[in-house]
């Protein structure tokens, strides 16, 4: 091939894909569960006994959001080998134009973090059966916790979903920003190692996307200004809001900007490299 194919780009994405399921670093998807069984189902659960009323299912895909470290560290160590140098992808390289190999990769890139995400909020909902009932607003237990219990204002429950989250959005709001802003830091972390691989300097994304994650989170949990600057803020909806006043903290739309910006040209920055 001598120019640009749609179609190899999305053969090649498939069967990316297909490899990637195949992979032993798939495992790193139940160890993900692990802690979102751990950190989050297992405290509402908790907060179910305590209030005696049933939550609402999609509350613990939305508290995962506090996970500040886990999930994104967990999903580049799923993501650590990406783009895959194997021999079947020296044959794609040797049979087509590296800016189709660049572009199924991209789609590649797309598909694994849409189905790490699908993977977290179904198993997120099937732990949260027993415990919750499927309904798309806050629950009673939640949003009542801190006036029911005015001594336990500082339990792990309140933050895995406070106040500045349900007083500020419907669920079905934080819901729908909590996977799309997520799908574009999934993105964003892919670009990193696609462009620190097409560059020849693979081990410099997986050091950059760690130092971004590591600093985003500490950041986050002392609530620093700069936190802004890193990714990992504009991932978690509630810290968009103020605790107290009816005003945000940065504007929604300026995330989706953010992550999205910075993904578009880690993708030409890619292609400009052919």
């Not at 950059?208 to 986050?220: D, E, H, P, Q, R």
Request: glycine residues 6%; proline residues 3%.
């Amino acid at each position: 091939m001598d120019r640009f194919s749609f179609r190899a780009a999305v053969h090649i994405a498939q069967a990316e894909f297909r490899q990637w399921l195949r992979s032993s670093r798939i495992i790193i998807l139940f160890v993900m569960l692990v802690f979102v069984n751990v950190q989050v189902i297992g405290p509402l659960r908790q907060c179910k006994m305590l209030m005696g009323e049933m939550l609402s299912i999609p509350e613990a895909f939305v508290a995962s959001g506090v996970i500040l470290l886990i999930i994104p560290i967990l999903f580049l160590v799923l993501m650590a080998d990406f783009p895959q140098r194997t021999g079947i992808d020296r044959f794609y390289q040797m049979r087509c134009t590296k800016r189709t190999w660049i572009f199924g990769q991209a789609v590649f890139a797309a598909a694994a973090s849409c189905f790490v995400l699908l993977f977290l909020l179904v198993s997120s909902c099937v732990l949260m059966i027993g415990t919750g009932r499927w309904s798309l607003s806050f629950s009673d237990a939640v949003t009542h916790f801190t006036s029911v219990y005015p001594d336990r204002t500082g339990d792990y429950v309140v933050q895995l979903l406070p106040g500045n989250l349900y007083q500020q959005m419907t669920l079905e709001q934080a819901l729908i920003h909590t996977f799309c802003l997520l799908l574009l830091y999934f993105l964003l972390i892919s670009y990193v190692l696609l462009f620190s691989a097409v560059s020849n300097h693979r081990y410099v994304g997986i050091l950059v996307n760690g130092f971004a994650i590591i600093l985003g989170a500490v950041t986050c949990e002392v609530r620093m200004k700069q936190m802004w600057i890193l990714p990992m803020a504009h991932t978690i909806p509630w810290l968009h809001y103020d605790e107290y006043l009816d005003r945000m903290n940065f504007p929604m739309w300026g995330s989706y900007l953010y992550l999205g910006a910075i993904s578009a040209l880690l993708l030409v920055l890619c292609f400009a490299d052919t």
